[in-house]
């Protein structure tokens, strides 16, 4: 008999979590080789910060008393986005993605968001896809200017992923 899977519990984030979750985020994204440079102007011009924290619904995981994955969203004039979606590396393909979009996308439904919008990197396009998001078209990246996926997420259609 295979174990049940442990349900991970989501938490909204606090300033004075900054420091762990923009660690874990430039770890989450220097997994996919970016160069010292890109990984520079990452944390200058992107990485989370107390302020979006404070302002905008921001959730977290903890593993050991250290944030495992965290999710961010936040309103632009008419629209959400998804800002930050992160799982810590050594956490990578143990679930931690799919409870947690199910977590952000439980969220929104009960806060009645429709829809949402992100772009990512090209190298995680088809977890996105897995859990039905659509890309529709491709946004210069606030980092480099080079073009990354953009997406969109009907919440009306998401399911729970196990």
């Not at 440079?37 to 302002?55: P, R």
């Not at 050991?64 to 992160?86: I, M, T, V």
């Not at 990246?141 to 073009?147: G, P, T």
């Amino acid at each position: 008999m295979a174990a049940a899977k442990r349900v991970i519990d989501f938490v909204p984030a606090k300033p004075e979590d900054t420091r762990g979750l923009r660690l874990l985020a430039w770890k989450s994204e220097a997994h996919w080789g970016y160069k010292k440079e890109f990984m520079e102007v990452f944390d200058h011009k992107f990485n989370i910060t107390e302020q979006f924290i404070l302002e905008n619904p921001v959730y977290v995981c903890r593993e050991g008393g250290s944030p495992a994955a965290f999710w961010g969203l936040r309103r632009n004039a008419d629209q959400w986005e998804l800002e930050y979606f992160y799982v810590a590396e050594q956490e990578l393909g143990r679930g931690y993605g799919k409870q947690m979009w199910n977590h952000m996308t439980g969220w929104c439904k009960a806060q009645g968001i429709l829809t949402i919008h992100f772009v990512t990197s090209h190298q995680a396009t088809g977890f996105y896809e897995k859990m039905g998001a659509v890309q529709n078209g491709e946004s210069k990246s606030i980092v480099d200017n080079r073009l990354v996926p953009h997406f969109v997420y009907d919440i009306n259609s998401s399911q729970i992923f196990r």
